[in-house]
């Protein structure tokens, strides 16, 4: 079984920084995606960044060219830095990742959540 753990989220004045990890841990035979996303309301959630097949990003709109995802593959982690962050940036974040089960098949996992907020 896998699990997700994040850090790095917090309290930041508009126009500062924050660094946001993840890392993937269990049993497991591999990750396609993992990327970070924002939850509008139960069971529906905004995309913030993601990367697959660890080359491909994708970014919504609202963050290109102030968020950045990287990601490990030797030590299954992905992180986000964010930039130039926004009063509207404030929300949870939560790790995402679509993981190869023991079994064989892929099931999605999610991390716990991190708060961020921006404000001065």
């Known amino acids: 079984q896998a699990q997700l753990v994040e850090s790095g989220g917090g309290w930041v004045e508009p126009g500062g920084s924050l660094r946001l990890s993840c890392a993937a841990s269990g049993s497991f035979v591999s990750i396609d995606a993992m990327g970070w996303y924002r939850q509008l309301r139960v069971k529906e959630w905004d995309l913030v960044a993601s990367?697959?097949?660890?080359?491909?990003?994708n970014y919504a709109e609202s963050v290109k060219g102030r968020f950045t995802i990287s990601r490990d593959n030797a030590k299954n982690t992905v992180d986000l830095q964010m930039n130039s962050l926004k009063p509207e940036d404030t929300d949870v974040y939560y790790c995402y990742a679509r993981i190869e089960t023991m079994e064989g098949y892929y099931s999605d996992y999610w991390g716990q959540g991190t708060r961020v907020t921006v404000s001065s």
């Open positions: 990367v697959s097949g660890g080359i491909n990003t």
